[in-house]
């Protein structure tokens, strides 16, 4: 069986070849560090502030080249951070995180500039796309690799969500993507529950196990359905996809 072929993100890289730098602005600081680990993953440069006024010195300071800011801060409104930050980065995208009753002209208002929200909960792997086509959009930055990962004879497409094994095109539902690119991005590794949980659900999402047990067999059906198994259980530890051999 072929080998695995695994690039482990498609890198974005600004024009002079340096990391895409992001800063995160939320109150939450368990929430702040999730997303930071997450977009560090990516291998982009990441800063935090806690609030509007560290947010707007922050970014004299770092010149990011996009702002994740949550609308609810101690200090200031984040049409007000907003405003702040467009007069020294007049063209810095921003991704609004937002509660689930946010009122809908606001959140109007706040994506008048052409940008994008998500709301609380959400999930990791959901911000990171959306990050990644606001900074593709805005031309901060060019993706450097192409977007394919491959395990064995299984192949998955981070832009165009399409998805194949041995050449057959396979119909996933958005969570089944989340989940089988997760796997995918980590071939021959066990994942444990509670990173699968942690990374394709929201990060306070309040489930059990067994919504990865469900899920899991769901992506078997599809993906392992009459072929060599590819994602093996590791009874008490978790989950991994390998070629099948």
């Given at each position: 069986m072929t080998a695995t072929s695994h690039h482990r993100r498609t890198e974005m890289l600004r024009p002079d070849g340096s990391p895409v730098r992001v800063l995160v602005v939320d109150d939450e600081a368990a929430l702040s560090e999730l997303l930071s680990m997450a977009l560090r993953y990516e291998g982009w440069e990441v800063r935090s502030a806690g609030d509007g006024a560290g947010a707007v010195r922050t970014a004299r300071d770092f010149r990011p080249d996009a702002v994740i800011l949550d609308v609810m801060l101690p200090d200031m409104d984040g049409l007000a951070v907003l405003g702040r930050l467009r007069r020294d980065l007049?063209?810095?995208?921003?991704?609004?995180?937002?509660?689930?009753?946010?009122?809908?002209?606001?959140?109007?208002?706040?994506?008048?500039?052409?940008?994008?929200?998500?709301?609380?909960?959400?999930?990791?792997?959901?911000?990171v796309a959306r990050l990644r086509g606001l900074i593709r959009r805005s031309g901060a930055a060019s993706t450097?690799?192409?977007?394919?990962?491959?395990?064995?004879?299984?192949?998955?497409?981070?832009?165009?969500?399409?998805?194949?094994?041995?050449?057959?095109?396979?119909?996933?539902?958005?969570?089944?993507?989340?989940?089988?690119?997760?796997?995918?991005?980590?071939?021959?590794?066990?994942l444990s529950k509670a990173q699968i949980l942690d990374r394709v659900w929201s990060y306070d999402f309040g489930?059990?196990?067994?919504?990865?047990?469900?899920?899991?067999?769901?992506?078997?059906?599809?993906?392992?359905?009459?072929?060599?198994?590819?994602i093996h259980t590791r009874r008490g530890a978790g989950y991994l996809i390998k070629p099948g051999e």
């Open positions: 007049p063209e810095v995208p921003v991704l609004f995180l937002t509660a689930r009753d946010a009122v809908e002209d606001r959140i109007a208002g706040l994506t008048a500039g052409g940008d994008d929200y998500v709301t609380k909960p959400f999930s990791l792997e959901e911000v450097r690799s192409e977007s394919m990962l491959a395990v064995g004879d299984l192949t998955l497409d981070e832009d165009s969500h399409e998805v194949s094994r041995a050449g057959q095109s396979i119909h996933l539902t958005a969570t089944e993507f989340e989940l089988l690119r997760f796997l995918m991005r980590n071939p021959r590794r066990v489930g059990q196990a067994n919504v990865v047990e469900l899920y899991v067999s769901y992506l078997r059906k599809k993906i392992d359905a009459g072929r060599t198994p590819m």
